[in-house]
């Protein structure tokens, strides 16, 4: 089995040889890199080819903005919560066809500064907040590395 190599930070696919598995390939990808030198890693799946496993990864890959807050939205029972963050979303429209891995603090800066005069002072809140819920959401699900984003998003005062 000769595969070509995967480049730095998009993961892993291991083949499983001890066990006897319908699907013998795993994905995975690292989240976040430990204080001690060592890595957390999340598993995607497992796959029955080494090309479903690539597949897997590549679409993990390009999950964008909009899709992550889908993902988020259908987890929260708080019905308020999902209201407010559709007006909130309509002024951060730019950022909604973003790829995660595409996003940075400061893409994030530049889109708010941009939208905040546009803001309602309740939207301008609620707007931090839903940023904030949004992104650790990614960062728990190991969808964005937290060494991507830092805290610098959450420096940025709207008003």
């Known amino acids: 089995m000769d ?3 995967l480049s730095n ?5 291991s083949y499983l040889k001890k066990k006897n598995l319908r699907k013998p390939y795993r994905a ?10 060592k890595y957390k ?6 796959f029955t080819s080494y090309e479903e ?5 590549l679409k993990y890959h390009e999950l964008t903005f ?12 708080n019905q308020r919560l999902i209201n407010a963050s559709l007006t909130v979303l309509s002024y951060l429209s730019p950022l909604r066809s973003l790829k995660l891995s595409d996003i940075t603090a400061q893409n994030i800066n530049t889109i708010l500064e941009e939208a905040a005069p546009l803001m309602p002072p309740t939207v301008r809140e609620n707007t931090k907040f839903l940023l904030k819920e949004l992104l650790s959401f990614s960062i728990d699900e190991g969808l ?4 991507k984003v830092k805290e610098k998003v959450f420096d940025f005062d709207l008003i």
Not at 41 to 46: D, E, F, L
Not at 66 to 77: A, H, P
Not at 144 to 147: A, C, E, P, Q, T
């Open 66 to 77: 909009d899709e992550m807050y889908n993902l988020w939205s259908k987890r929260q029972t």
């Open 41 to 46: 890693r999340k598993t995607i799946g497992y």
């Open 53 to 57: 496993a690539y597949e897997a990864l």
């Open 9 to 13: 930070g998009f993961g892993q696919i």
């Open 28 to 37: 995975m990808v690292t989240t976040q890199r430990l204080e001690n030198g």
């Open 144 to 147: 964005l590395r937290s060494d």
């Open 3 to 5: 595969h070509t190599r």
